[in-house]
């Protein structure tokens, strides 16, 4: 069973830095697109960035400077660390794969975690 676990989410204040990581098992995602999407309350979910397992990455514009995703093959782990934070980056952070591209769309991806919650105070 392919299963893709989130961890690292948790409260921390405006300025500060989380890392989140994302572990799938069931099969190697060695040579899968991995990425992170977000959704806060109220709003759809949104793309926030993603790495081909050549390395290429891809950011949204929020994301851009701040955020940076990184994946660990071996280890069948994916990353992203979240600097500066700010209040509007609160959302649920969700880990999820694809087969092929770079895609920034949700319906393009397949298999997703349940999600950890980032909370950025003021």
């Known amino acids: 069973q392919v299963q893709l676990v989130e961890s690292g989410g948790g409260l921390v204040q405006a300025g500060g830095s989380l890392r989140l990581s994302c572990a799938a098992s069931?099969?190697?995602?060695?040579?899968?697109?991995m990425g992170w999407f977000r959704q806060a309350p109220g709003k759809e979910r949104e793309f926030v960035a993603v790495?081909?397992?050549?390395?290429?990455?891809y950011y949204a514009n929020f994301a851009k400077g701040r955020f940076t995703i990184s994946r660990d093959n071996a280890k069948n782990t994916v990353y992203l660390q979240m600097n500066d934070l700010k209040p509007e980056d609160t959302a649920v952070y969700y880990c999820?794969?694809?087969?092929?591209?770079?895609?920034?769309?949700?319906?393009?991806?397949?298999?997703w975690g349940q999600g950890t919650q980032v909370t950025v105070s003021s």
């Open positions: 999820t794969s694809t087969k092929v591209g770079v895609p920034i769309k949700t319906d393009e991806y397949d298999y």
């Open positions: 790495i081909a397992w050549t390395g290429i990455t």
């Open positions: 069931g099969r190697s995602f060695s040579t899968n697109p």
